[in-house]
């Protein structure tokens, strides 16, 4: 029997093992808090991300896509509501979370603070329900002191960059110069705040408010968003070779914000190809705006295993240089969602209670 012979004689079933769709990288597996590990493999694997579905399949029916855990319930505050703000071309829903009334020495309710709000999704995803029991957590645990606002702004691709910028400044301006007196505000203790994208966007208004003399007492940057540049060609591909964060090339593959959604977050958001060089770019990228001097205090979170880490800790390193009161934390082992995962990881509840306090510091009268 000939050898060719012999080998089709002798041929036996292949078992082929592949890694279940969106799996974490083995290489990264034993660097996560295995708490997450646990949970991401019970949950996500094995089902597709929000970025790899068309975006019409997904507008038309989110819930066939979204997959939430791990996140815990905020304590109840005594009035929740919703208005609508004007912008560009429309109107957007701002929703308000109001404390009971602290009575002053004089009778009269005493003014409070503001956190405003921005979420996050990558300027695409995202809404309300994202932070809706972070803005409840504040205004319980800051007992009275500080109002909650937090705003719809339009997503794209249906609303590309700047209309995001755009609506959240107008939102800050309609706080601070319409609603003050309504909600019993005090326009000298405002903050903003918000993750990834809303990172990002708080980071822009941060810079609006000192470029227009508004004061601004603080900025909660979660995971940020600070440069869309150095890290994506025009088209919006992954600049593997030329980015100069090692994070980016660190986590290319990791859970939950690979590189590959970053590509389609700056496709969606930016166009392709993304607007030209101008004036305006640092509203893209804070990190390249011209003058970090003057800024609001800020309190700056990163997550280890999230890709942008390294340009969200360049963007504190900025502030220091600058001469702007900042602290970065970085939290070991946990992916860029950790602070949505305050019911199930240390990192998540470490985030609640640091966010808190630094807010309480800022707005508190």
Not at 11 to 16: D, G, Q
Not at 99 to 107: E, F, L, Q, R, T
Not at 197 to 202: I, Q
Not at 254 to 261: D, H, K, N, S, W
Request: with cysteine.
């Amino acid at each position: 029997m000939s050898e060719d012979i012999k080998a089709l004689h002798d041929l036996k079933p292949v078992t082929i093992h592949q890694p279940l769709l969106n799996s974490i990288p083995p290489s990264l597996l034993p660097r996560f808090d295995p708490v997450y590990v646990e949970h991401y493999n019970r949950n996500n694997v094995g089902r597709l991300h929000t970025h790899q579905v068309p975006i019409e399949d997904f507008r038309a029916d989110p819930t066939r896509y979204l997959i939430s855990y791990g996140r815990a319930a905020g304590p109840d505050v005594r009035k929740i509501s919703e208005q609508r703000c004007p912008v560009k071309g429309g109107e957007i829903t701002v929703r308000i979370f109001e404390p009971k009334s602290v009575i002053g020495a004089d009778g009269k309710p005493k003014k409070r603070g503001a956190y405003i709000n921005f979420h996050g999704g990558g300027w695409v995803f995202g809404g309300l329900p994202a932070d809706h029991d972070f803005c409840k957590r504040v205004v319980h645990d800051l007992d009275g002191d500080v109002v909650a606002i937090d705003v719809d702004y339009r997503l794209a691709p249906e609303y590309k960059y700047p209309t995001a910028v755009e609506d959240c400044w107008a939102a800050f301006e309609w706080v601070r110069s319409q609603k003050a007196e309504e909600l019993n505000i005090d326009v000298n203790r405002l903050a903003v705040g918000g993750a990834s994208a809303g990172g990002h966007l708080s980071a822009v208004i941060a810079h609006m408010c000192r470029d227009n003399g508004f004061p601004l007492a603080f900025q909660l940057l979660i995971v940020p968003v600070t440069d869309m540049h150095s890290s994506f060609t025009p088209d919006g591909k992954f600049d593997r070779e030329n980015t100069p964060y090692e994070s980016y090339r660190e986590m290319q593959f990791t859970t939950a914000l690979p590189a590959a959604r970053m590509e389609f977050f700056h496709k969606h958001f930016l166009g392709v190809p993304r607007p030209e060089k101008s004036a305006d770019d640092w509203k893209i990228s804070p990190i390249f705006a011209p003058s970090f001097s003057g800024l609001a205090p800020a309190l700056v979170w990163t997550a280890e295993m999230d890709p942008l880490r390294d340009e969200g800790e360049a963007y504190a390193e900025k502030l220091k240089v600058a001469g702007v009161e900042v602290e970065a934390i970085r939290v070991p082992g946990v992916p860029h969602t950790f602070a949505h995962l305050d019911e199930i990881l240390e990192g998540g509840k470490l985030f609640n209670v640091r966010s808190i306090e630094a807010l309480g510091k800022a707005l508190r009268g």
